[in-house]
């Protein structure tokens, strides 16, 4: 693969003219590195890394890392970065340890290889496949669609064989979850068995006596919260077994994971799994009926009879519920995730009372008494009407500023023209220092310069390019965040205009327009509009 391909190679007189690659490093591991030796990261860096020192038309310009992402879906955040860069010019030549790091897919992974990067003129070569796309005698590629396909069906496979055992451990009755539920603890001694957690299980023995008794789900949350009962997600996060903030979620107890406990067989000494199955990369429901279940696989936390009991009481409160009140479908809550107590900062509740929606704080009731000062309770339709009136307001500012926006345009425009020019210049500047970087190669190859000569003036003239390329690159994205501003805010002032002929606060309306909504009280509502500041970002903007 050290050999240079003529591609590369052209004759102006009799001297060679060497092109450089602008290279990409591209690592993937199936199962995210867990600082272990093998096929690691550092491995794969490293394994690149020594083929390309012995390369010098190849420079190494950015890495890219999916740690952790199965090589049959492209959907990579790293993968993704790349082919941007490939289409904006900075990458011409990907680099893999082999083709199986690129892909597991053989249709896409040929659709990149044979199609996409020949395409984009960019280089591609596998140090362990032996291949390089401009080397002629490194590998044939007839060999990429057969390795490809290979690879596949690897994939295809493993994936398959652990499907099938994990099947095997369920109708056997083992454990095959990453955490054990909660109030059960995994077996030192075997991961597949569950134990009981004595820090955990008399919160779900309580929670069962509970609703034994006939208590709301609602109460039996504010009471373990009262209590400062961690919950499921904060506890786990306390041992170590989460990391991620998503995963612990808000720390407040909820209805509906007291609805899930109160509904899980596990706790009656039953192994109950396969609850999901993945296609296509995605989880997806499995019928109860398909369930694998696997009675007195380990010790129970509540009886048979009281799990039935609180099945048979819920059941008979939901009945109660329903002959109560007419089953109407409930209307799309717009402002989900939007909508805050200005008093105590927790979401506000959306409830249908009497063929009327309201929003009003439940934190005294699901988190505690004490918890929220304030008292809200707002209608919606008397909530709707005070955005509109304040949208009305707000929004008249925009089309109003648009005639001098549209004059910061005008600007906009001769600063473009200023800046393409001081962009072209600065692209001369890189191309001449480009151009002395390869006759210093040119230099080295020859033996005219020794190698501690070639690296130090190397090294000068790519620090000189690198500046040159960032203030290229930073006068483009001011250019491009300018007019950007300016066509948003034009076009938003004449959609504000035509919002104020039709005012009916819609789905798209809130999510267009509303970034966050305090409500202190009925009179005392503060509205955090998306475009509020959109008009001065663009006003602070300057013209030399």
């Given at each position: 693969?050290?050999?240079?391909?003529?591609?590369?190679?052209?004759?102006?007189?009799?001297?060679p003219?060497?092109?450089?690659?602008?290279?990409?490093?591209?690592?993937?591991?199936?199962?995210?590195?867990?600082?272990?030796?093998?096929?690691?990261?550092?491995?794969?860096?490293?394994?690149?890394?020594?083929?390309?020192?012995?390369?010098?038309?190849?420079?190494?310009?950015?890495?890219?890392?999916?740690?952790?992402?199965?090589?049959?879906?492209?959907?990579?955040?790293?993968?993704?970065?790349?082919?941007?860069?490939i289409e904006?010019?900075?990458?011409?030549?990907?680099?893999?340890?082999?083709?199986?790091?690129?892909?597991?897919?053989?249709?896409?992974?040929?659709?990149?290889?044979?199609?996409?990067?020949?395409?984009?003129?960019?280089?591609?070569?596998a140090?362990?496949?032996?291949?390089?796309?401009?080397?002629?005698?490194?590998?044939?590629?007839?060999?990429?669609?057969i390795?490809?396909?290979?690879?596949?069906?690897?994939a295809?496979?493993?994936?398959?064989?652990t499907?099938?055992q994990?099947?095997?451990?369920?109708?056997?009755?083992e454990?095959?979850?990453?955490?054990?539920?909660?109030?059960?603890?995994?077996?030192?001694?075997?991961c597949?068995?569950?134990?009981v957690?004595?820090?955990?299980?008399?919160?779900?023995?309580?929670?069962?006596?509970?609703?034994a008794?006939?208590?709301?789900?609602?109460?039996?949350?504010?009471?373990?919260?009262?209590?400062?009962?961690?919950?499921?997600?904060?506890?786990?996060?306390?041992?170590?077994?989460?990391t991620?903030?998503?995963?612990?979620?808000?720390?407040?107890?909820?209805?509906?994971?007291?609805?899930?406990?109160?509904?899980?067989?596990?706790?009656t000494?039953?192994?109950?799994?396969?609850?999901?199955?993945?296609?296509?990369?995605?989880?997806?429901l499995?019928?109860?009926?398909?369930?694998?279940?696997?009675?007195?696989?380990?010790?129970?936390?509540?009886?048979?009879?009281?799990?039935?009991?609180?099945?048979?009481v819920?059941?008979?409160?939901?009945?109660?519920?329903?002959?109560?009140?007419?089953?109407?479908?409930?209307?799309?809550?717009?402002?989900?995730?939007?909508?805050?107590?200005?008093?105590?900062?927790?979401?506000?509740?959306?409830?249908?009372?009497?063929?009327?929606?309201?929003?009003?704080?439940?934190?005294?009731?699901?988190?505690?008494k004490?918890?929220?000062?304030?008292?809200?309770?707002?209608?919606?339709?008397?909530?709707?009407?005070?955005?509109?009136?304040i949208?009305?307001?707000?929004?008249?500012a925009?089309?109003?500023?648009?005639?001098?926006?549209?004059?910061?345009?005008?600007?906009?425009?001769g600063?473009?023209?200023?800046?393409?020019?001081?962009?072209?210049?600065l692209?001369?500047?890189?191309?001449?220092?480009?151009?002395?970087?390869?006759?210093?190669?040119?230099?080295?190859?020859?033996?005219?310069?020794?190698?501690?000569?070639?690296?130090?003036?190397?090294?000068g003239?790519?620090?000189?390019?690198?500046?040159?390329s960032?203030?290229?690159?930073?006068?483009?994205?001011?250019q491009?965040?300018?007019?950007?501003e300016?066509?948003?805010?034009?076009?938003?002032?004449?959609?504000?205009?035509?919002?104020?002929?039709?005012?009916?606060?819609?789905?798209?309306?809130?999510?267009r327009?509303?970034?966050r909504?305090?409500?202190?009280?009925?009179?005392?509502?503060?509205?955090?509009?998306?475009?509020?500041?959109?008009?001065?970002q663009?006003?602070?903007?300057?013209?030399?």
């Open positions: 693969m050290a050999r240079k391909s003529r591609k590369n190679i052209a004759s102006a007189d009799e001297h003219v060497i092109k450089v690659w602008k290279t990409a490093l591209y690592i993937r591991l199936s199962v995210e590195y867990n600082g272990k030796r093998g096929d690691s990261l550092e491995t794969q860096r490293q394994i690149m890394e020594d083929c390309l020192a012995l390369c010098p038309d190849v420079e190494i310009t950015e890495i890219y890392i999916d740690n952790g992402v199965s090589g049959q879906t492209f959907d990579r955040q790293g993968f993704q970065k790349m082919l941007a860069d904006s010019g900075k990458i011409d030549c990907v680099v893999v340890k082999d083709l199986s790091r690129l892909g597991r897919n053989a249709i896409d992974t040929g659709y990149y290889t044979e199609y996409y990067f020949p395409l984009h003129h960019v280089r591609f070569i140090v362990n496949d032996r291949y390089d796309s401009e080397d002629a005698g490194s590998g044939s590629s007839f060999a990429l669609p390795k490809n396909i290979v690879n596949e069906g690897y295809l496979e493993a994936s398959r064989k499907r099938l994990l099947q095997r451990s369920m109708m056997a009755g454990f095959v979850g990453a955490r054990p539920p909660y109030g059960y603890r995994k077996d030192p001694e075997n597949h068995r569950l134990l957690n004595e820090d955990t299980a008399p919160v779900i023995r309580q929670i069962f006596r509970w609703a008794d006939g208590a709301p789900l609602d109460v039996i949350v504010r009471w373990l919260n009262e209590a400062d009962v961690l919950t499921p997600g904060y506890y786990l996060a306390s041992i170590g077994l989460i991620s903030e998503r995963l612990m979620g808000s720390g407040k107890w909820q209805t509906w994971t007291i609805r899930k406990i109160l509904s899980d067989q596990v706790y000494g039953d192994m109950v799994q396969g609850k999901t199955s993945a296609t296509a990369h995605k989880q997806s499995v019928r109860p009926e398909d369930w694998i279940v696997v009675k007195g696989t380990h010790e129970p936390l509540v009886s048979r009879e009281l799990f039935d009991h609180v099945q048979a819920r059941a008979q409160a939901s009945r109660k519920g329903g002959a109560q009140t007419e089953r109407v479908p409930y209307t799309e809550n717009i402002l989900r995730g939007k909508i805050f107590c200005g008093c105590c900062g927790k979401s506000l509740h959306r409830q249908r009372s009497h063929g009327r929606y309201v929003y009003h704080c439940i934190a005294n009731d699901r988190i505690g004490g918890s929220c000062p304030g008292k809200v309770r707002l209608r919606e339709d008397d909530l709707f009407s005070a955005i509109l009136t949208l009305q307001k707000e929004g008249a925009i089309v109003e500023n648009s005639f001098l926006v549209r004059q910061m345009g005008d600007k906009a425009a600063q473009k023209t200023k800046t393409a020019q001081e962009v072209s210049e692209r001369q500047e890189i191309e001449q220092d480009r151009k002395h970087l390869r006759g210093l190669y040119e230099s080295f190859v020859a033996g005219r310069l020794t190698r501690l000569e070639y690296q130090a003036q190397k090294a003239y790519e620090q000189k390019i690198g500046a040159a960032a203030q290229a690159r930073q006068l483009l994205e001011r491009e965040l300018l007019e950007k300016v066509n948003g805010y034009l076009d938003l002032s004449v959609w504000l205009a035509s919002v104020f002929e039709n005012p009916v606060l819609t789905a798209s309306l809130a999510d327009v509303i970034e909504i305090d409500v202190s009280s009925s009179k005392d509502i503060d509205i955090h509009f998306k475009f509020k500041n959109e008009f001065y663009t006003e602070g903007v300057e013209y030399e």
